[in-house]
């Protein structure tokens, strides 16, 4: 009995290993995969979603691809498809690899570009943080007059970027603009704002921040406000003073608005072309000239137009800024885990 038993456990578990004629091996046939699971679980979801994921792609990822291509052609404004009346010249433009970006990189006036770009970009961005970071402060305190403070400091952002711009071109008219007539009624010098580098450099970088302070005061002003009030009474009853509170409430609370807003304020500056190309066009000289701005002179502006090395100055823009927000984000996760 106990060898038949033990026969008994010993088939039963070699049963139970070695899978048989209609056992269940974990996989049951006909049983659907995850993604056709996952939609017809949401196919509501996915259908919402279709249309807009459908204009994306038109809209933003035909151009992009079709810009990387263009990027490692020799494609210009001689070599491509066009019609001239009723005459049909096709495309002749060839493929030259990554000779292109090659030109790009060995060529100064691409670091030169660059490195104004990335000082163009801090300043703006640190001034309009710190600007819109004193001005939410200010405004978030109970004062006489605040909702009309608050609507006069984020009326720029209301008013159109191009509209902003060219009134500002007129303020900074060397000899008629309201800049230059007050200067003169205190007896200084007409300033060429526009006509020397360096102050058509403070000028843009001016006009930006005047653009970029009611968007950080906005974001400020919301992150501001979501911070427990609590927090400030239980510190002031600590002993701690006003510059205490700031640094170990105020700073940490604001942690995540800044970091997000910085993170957007930078990408825009970094592309900011309305700002540059309608108050000096890139000069004077070059002296203003971003990559973004360059980029759409090789393409609309020089003659032949150069499709080519605009599309591989655009791509390099794209990389440049992935590369920065990666590393932007891990440097916040690193530092989110030390605190």
Same mark, same amino acid.
């Given at each position: /009995?106990?060898?038949?038993?033990?026969?008994?456990?010993?088939?039963?578990?070699?049963?139970?290993?070695?899978?048989?004629?209609?056992?269940?091996?974990?996989?049951?046939?006909?049983?659907?995969?995850?993604?056709?699971?996952?939609?017809?679980?949401?196919?509501?979801?996915?259908?919402?979603?279709?249309?807009?994921?459908?204009?994306?792609?038109?809209?933003?990822?035909?151009?992009?691809?079709? &810009?990387?291509?263009?990027?490692?052609?020799?494609?210009?404004? %001689?070599?491509?498809?066009?019609?001239? &009346?009723?005459?049909?010249?096709?495309?002749?433009?060839?493929?030259?690899?990554?000779?292109?970006?090659?030109?790009?990189?060995?060529?100064?006036?691409?670091?030169?570009?660059?490195?104004?770009?990335?000082?163009?970009?801090?300043?703006?961005?640190?001034?309009?943080?710190?600007?819109?970071?004193?001005?939410?402060?200010?405004?978030?305190?109970?004062?006489?007059?605040?909702?009309?403070?608050? /609507?006069?400091?984020?009326?720029?952002? %209301?008013?159109?970027?191009?509209?902003?711009?060219?009134?500002?071109?007129?303020?900074?008219?060397?000899?008629? &603009?309201?800049?230059?007539?007050?200067?003169?009624?205190?007896?200084?010098?007409?300033?060429?704002?526009?006509?020397?580098?360096?102050?058509?450099?403070?000028?843009?970088?001016?006009?930006?921040?005047?653009?970029?302070?009611?968007?950080?005061?906005?974001? /400020?002003?919301?992150?501001?406000?979501?911070?427990?009030?609590?927090?400030?009474?239980? %510190?002031?009853?600590?002993?701690?003073?006003?510059?205490?509170?700031?640094?170990?409430?105020?700073?940490?609370?604001?942690?995540?608005?800044?970091?997000?807003?910085?993170?957007?304020?930078?990408?825009?500056?970094?592309?900011?072309?309305?700002?540059?190309?309608?108050?000096?066009?890139? &000069?004077?000289?070059?002296?203003?000239?971003?990559?973004?701005?360059?980029?759409?002179?090789?393409?609309?502006?020089?003659?032949?137009?150069?499709?080519?090395?605009?599309? %591989?100055?655009?791509?390099?823009?794209?990389?440049?800024?992935?590369?920065?927000?990666?590393?932007?984000?891990?440097?916040?996760?690193?530092?989110?885990?030390?605190?």
């Amino acid at each position: /009995m106990a060898v038949d038993s033990g026969h008994s456990v010993a088939g039963a578990v070699d049963a139970e290993r070695v899978p048989g004629p209609g056992r269940r091996t974990g996989k049951t046939p006909g049983t659907p995969s995850r993604l056709r699971r996952a939609l017809s679980t949401h196919w509501y979801a996915w259908a919402m979603v279709a249309p807009v994921v459908a204009v994306i792609g038109v809209i933003v990822g035909y151009p992009l691809l079709r &810009g990387v291509y263009l990027s490692t052609t020799n494609a210009n404004e %001689a070599n491509v498809e066009r019609s001239i &009346g009723v005459n049909h010249i096709p495309a002749t433009y060839e493929s030259v690899g990554l000779d292109n970006y090659q030109a790009i990189l060995d060529d100064g006036v691409f670091w030169d570009r660059l490195t104004w770009t990335v000082i163009w970009t801090v300043s703006c961005v640190a001034l309009s943080f710190v600007l819109g970071l004193i001005l939410a402060n200010m405004l978030n305190r109970k004062v006489k007059g605040r909702s009309f403070y608050r /609507m006069a400091l984020i009326l720029p952002w %209301a008013v159109p970027a191009f509209v902003s711009v060219f009134t500002w071109r007129l303020l900074f008219n060397e000899k008629n &603009g309201i800049l230059n007539k007050i200067l003169a009624g205190g007896g200084i010098d007409a300033i060429p704002w526009l006509n020397d580098p360096t102050w058509a450099k403070i000028s843009v970088i001016t006009v930006n921040v005047w653009l970029g302070v009611p968007f950080m005061l906005v974001a /400020m002003l919301g992150g501001l406000q979501s911070i427990p009030g609590e927090l400030y009474e239980a %510190a002031e009853m600590d002993g701690a003073n006003a510059w205490q509170r700031f640094r170990h409430i105020t700073l940490p609370g604001l942690r995540t608005v800044s970091s997000t807003v910085v993170l957007i304020s930078g990408i825009w500056t970094f592309n900011m072309f309305p700002v540059i190309f309608l108050l000096t066009r890139g &000069g004077p000289g070059d002296a203003t000239e971003i990559l973004v701005t360059y980029a759409y002179r090789l393409s609309f502006v020089v003659s032949p137009r150069d499709f080519a090395g605009s599309a %591989a100055w655009g791509v390099l823009i794209l990389l440049l800024l992935s590369l920065f927000a990666v590393v932007y984000r891990r440097a916040l996760r690193k530092q989110g885990e030390v605190w």
